[in-house]
């Protein structure tokens, strides 16, 4: 209490030394305030005098010229009568000829004034001695009324618009004071005044009218004219026909109003505007300062006096000076002013500072931050959610606890503890189990009201170990179903795509044989069906491998502008059928060789063109690949796929890429809905993003956007394989060992390898396969992954194991990537994935056998009609030939009758069954052909064209007769 009645007395001593240093700086700063506001204000009042006196002598000057211009327009003769011609007391002081007009200097006596006379070629000797006699006068009358006058001359001009002559007194090149009017320059000033004098309703009466000078008519100052119209019959050349006005103009010389101003070159003002009567602007500028109040009046800029004229005609006039310029007496003293002022509120802001910060601060801290202090240990040791005890270290007493820790009721278990730990180091932190609950116990050495003490805390997490036991078997369970779901995936992938393989396959095979045209119609709508329920399967286990992270990307060097070529050519076929144009555009800048994933961007385009082609009735698809942003590291690329379809509503497209969504459901061509929900995905995992644009009855607009990294011209380029695609046809040649279980998928491999040319010996199990090939040597070996016995995995080890190095390709029904990567690991080439058509099995044959291409069978290797052929069998050759000798004669018939329309179906037929054979040369004339029959009438050229492959199928159907026995 002493202490803090000994700081009170210190702040009510110091309290009142302060109070009396403000009162005298209070009384400091009102004399100083007051001694400013008398500067500035004689300052503002001696300035205004100065302006009224400087807008007093322009009005003064403004009507002195208007007297001068009046008085002189009256002294003109009656009548429009010129003075006498003269005949003598004139003296021609100069003659020069400038821009074809002459300028005659002259003057009357000694000591009069010479003026210019400036007329053209055409003026008469009597109307030159005239306009003489004129100039003579003037001289008289200008130099008797200014020697009278207080303020400065102007330079006076007699115009007249169409004669073509002027007069000027003082004369051009006569040095008068600011105004030099050099004989080189009075042409054009007197054209810029006859200028001015053009404008329409110049002169509507023949009063003196004030206008701004016109631009650079002297290269100096600031100048007006005052224009007064003569009467009408005044002239300078009374020979002269048509509209003429003669106008007296003077040109005033602003600066010559104040001589303070003219002498020193030292202005009163930043800016003069002044205004005349009738509102036109014939100094300065117009501004916010016209709707200034008469007077004084202040803005951002400076100081703003506005006057007007109080006799006669209301002229204004705007003064505008800077504070700068207004202050540039006082500068300094006020400037002083200023920083006594600022130095000595600066030093009682710093005073009350150091007041309260030394002295009334410390002392308000010290009592608040000690009463706080208490109250919120003693809040926080009952409050707190944790058990809290104080424990004396060197015998264990207790000497503080909060209610928590008597609700756990573990301060004898925190006690043991604590003497169970020897030393005076606190035990750190422990979990102690306490009629069966698990307790954390953290314990801290610390002093507490001067003694050693032990802080010990305690927590319940009874729940929290609960709740970590129950999360780790939530995670063991959804491990086991998630094998169980990568387990059933497996086996769904194996058991549906064997009989699915037999199925396709078998298909594939049957259509090659000889069919009626109504069973080869259904067999074309079995094989449609079994693709989509192919493609089906393949979306939902795509998205299988999507969700679960087993999708698998490549990282190689690839041609994107291929790709965009391939695209194009796996629809061209499908877009015709449906009378559709396909088109591509790829950009200039695309790089030649990207590193990505070239078979998943395939994947993309090839869903978003089968979409566009399915769902456009007519018009054309266009598939382009532009570049958005490229440097030398990466590249953005577009893939884009337009449409003019029917279009996409708008409150579908934020659906569009959810799995099993379809715009149109139900209708014809709605398929499941996986195929843009599997683009969306892919596009995101390889770290781009799909967006679409479409607008009802216009068309769609799909776009890929992945940025990917540019690959050096000399890296080597992954070919971007076509799906689908078929090798060479020749026949292959090769001794194939096949192992498999199933008696359907035996049957269907063994057609397909002897329909590509290659020699199959089938074995049922692994066993039987090892046996074989001891028996015999072969150049490749297809493997089935699951077999009784011994499975494809055993095979294959045990086959590399005895040193076999000849390619081993298994093939299996389980699409997902764990299991090619087990294949991998037990030493097979590669793996493939049911089910598997003809092209697909001969590319991996060719793939994994560089050398296999045989020569071709039946077919002559120099004849191009039989280049690429697969290998046929003999009941298909007699076929072939039969149908190709009825389609010749169908051909003919149309061509005759000019029946397109057949001949288009026959050319269409034609082709279809040409390409499936690998018949190139002649499937291409068949689509050259129908193409043109779309877009050209079937003239006498294009039958003849007709006839010619005609004439080429005849010839392969006779070959294909000749080659079968008998």
Not at 931 to 948: C, F, I, K, S
Request: proline fraction near 4%; include cysteine.
């Amino acid at each position: 209490m002493k202490n803090a009645s000994l700081r009170m007395d210190k702040l009510a001593r110091s309290s009142q030394r302060l109070n009396k240093a403000i009162l005298l700086l209070s009384g400091l700063m009102l004399l100083l305030s007051s001694t400013c506001y008398w500067a500035v204000s004689r300052l503002l009042e001696s300035e205004q005098q100065r302006l009224e006196l400087h807008f007093a002598r322009v009005i003064e000057i403004i009507h002195e010229h208007e007297i001068f211009l009046q008085n002189l327009a009256n002294s003109m003769p009656a009548g429009g009568e010129l003075p006498p011609p003269v005949e003598q007391g004139v003296t021609m002081l100069d003659s020069t000829s400038i821009d074809g007009k002459t300028l005659l200097k002259a003057k009357g006596f000694e000591l009069s004034l010479p003026f210019t006379l400036a007329y053209t070629g055409d003026f008469r000797d009597q109307e030159i001695r005239g306009a003489l006699g004129l100039g003579l006068r003037l001289t008289d009358y200008y130099g008797g009324f200014w020697a009278r006058s207080f303020y400065a001359s102007p330079q006076l001009f007699v115009l007249e618009r169409g004669a073509g002559a002027s007069i000027a007194v003082p004369a051009a090149g006569d040095q008068r004071q600011h105004q030099p009017l050099l004989p080189r320059h009075y042409v054009t000033v007197v054209d810029r005044l006859v200028h001015l004098l053009a404008q329409p309703d110049m002169l509507p009466d023949q009063r003196v009218h004030w206008v701004r000078a016109p631009a650079r008519l002297y290269n100096d100052n600031l100048r007006m004219v005052a224009l007064l119209k003569l009467a009408p019959e005044h002239t300078l050349k009374p020979s002269a026909t048509g509209d003429r006005e003669m106008v007296l103009a003077a040109v005033m010389d602003t600066e010559q109003v104040d001589e303070f101003e003219r002498v020193l070159r030292l202005s009163v003002y930043n800016q003069f505007t002044l205004i005349s009567p009738d509102g036109k602007v014939l100094m300065g500028e117009r501004g916010k300062g016209d709707l200034a109040p008469l007077g004084l009046s202040f803005n951002r800029s400076g100081l703003r006096f506005k006057m007007m004229s109080s006799s006669g005609d209301a002229w204004t006039g705007l003064y505008a000076i800077s504070y700068g310029d207004f202050l540039r007496y006082a500068k300094w003293p006020l400037l002083g002013l200023a920083l006594t002022i600022i130095a000595a509120i600066l030093l009682g802001l710093w005073v009350n500072h150091w007041y309260k910060s030394r002295i009334v601060r410390p002392a308000q801290r010290a009592q608040v931050r000690l009463a706080e202090s208490e109250a919120f240990s003693r809040i926080i040791l009952h409050n707190v959610p944790v058990g809290l005890c104080v424990v004396r270290r060197h015998d264990h007493r207790v000497l503080l606890e909060n209610e928590c820790a008597v609700q756990l009721g573990v301060t004898a278990a925190v006690l043991q503890l604590l003497r169970d730990n020897h030393g005076d180091q606190a035990p750190g932190e422990l979990c102690l189990q306490v009629d069966g609950r698990y307790v954390q116990v953290v314990a801290v050495a610390t002093r507490y009201d001067g003694e050693d003490v032990f802080l010990c805390g305690c927590n319940d997490i009874t729940r929290h170990v609960d709740e970590q036991l129950q999360l780790n078997q939530a995670h063991q369970r959804a491990t086991a179903a998630n094998e169980a779901k990568t387990v059933f995936l497996a086996t769904m992938s194996h058991e549906i795509r064997t009989p699915l393989y037999g199925v396709l396959g078998n298909l594939e095979l049957l259509s090659l044989t000889e069919l009626s045209k109504r069973q080869r119609h259904y067999l074309q709508i079995i094989e449609n069906s079994s693709t989509v329920l192919f493609q089906l399967i393949s979306n939902v286990l795509d998205v299988t491998k999507i969700e679960s992270g087993q999708m698998a990307f490549e990282h190689a060097a690839f041609d994107p502008r291929q790709l965009v070529d391939d695209a194009q050519a796996s629809f061209e076929a499908t877009a015709q059928s449906k009378g559709l144009q396909l088109e591509a555009e790829i950009d200039a800048h695309v790089p030649a060789q990207v590193e990505g994933d070239a078979g998943r961007i395939r994947q993309i385009l090839h869903n978003l063109l089968g979409n566009a082609i399915k769902f456009t009735p007519s018009g054309r698809v266009r598939l382009r690949l532009i570049v958005q942003e490229r440097s030398d590291q990466d590249v953005l690329l577009q893939w884009q796929v337009t449409d003019t379809g029917k279009g996409i509503p708008e409150k579908a497209l934020e659906h569009l890429f959810k799995p099993f969504y379809q715009v149109s459901a139900g209708q014809e061509g709605g398929g499941a809905g996986l195929g843009l929900s599997i683009c969306s995905r892919l596009s995101e995992s390889m770290g781009g993003t799909m967006r679409v644009v479409s607008e009802p009855g216009l068309g769609s607009s799909f776009s890929l956007f992945i940025r990917l990294p540019v690959v050096a011209s000399s890296s080597t380029v992954v070919p971007v394989q076509k799906e689908g695609s078929q090798a060479p046809s020749a026949p292959l040649k090769l001794s194939v060992l096949v192992a498999e279980d199933n008696p359907v998928s035996q049957a269907v491999m063994r057609e397909q390898l002897e329909a590509i040319g290659a020699y199959p010996t089938v074995a049922a199990d692994g066993h039987q396969a090892l046996q074989l090939w001891h028996a015999k040597r072969f150049d490749m070996v297809i493997t089935d992954i699951n077999m009784p016995k011994m499975n494809g995995y055993a095979l294959t080890r045990t086959l590399r194991e005895a040193g076999v190095d000849v390619p081993i390709i298994g093939i299996t029904a389980n699409a997902l990537r764990e299991e090619g990567e087990r294949c991998l690991q037990a030493g097979m080439t590669a793996w493939i994935v049911k089910p598997l058509s003809l092209g697909a099995l001969r590319q991996v044959l060719m793939n994994h056998c560089p050398g296999s291409t045989g020569t071709q069978a039946a077919t002559d290797p120099g004849s191009e009609d039989f280049s690429g052929w697969i290998q046929l069998s003999q009941p298909m050759r007699q076929l072939l030939a039969q149908t190709l000798a009825s389609d010749i004669e169908q051909l003919e018939k149309g061509v005759i009758e000019r029946d397109a329309v057949l001949v288009e179906q026959r050319l269409h037929s034609l082709s279809g069954a040409l390409a499936s054979i690998n018949a190139t040369a002649l499937y291409t004339a068949c689509q050259r052909l129908e193409n043109m029959l779309q877009e050209l009438p079937l003239d006498a050229r294009l039958g003849g064209q007709v006839r010619a492959l005609c004439e080429r199928l005849a010839q392969v159907a006779q070959r294909l007769s000749d080659e079968i026995p008998g």
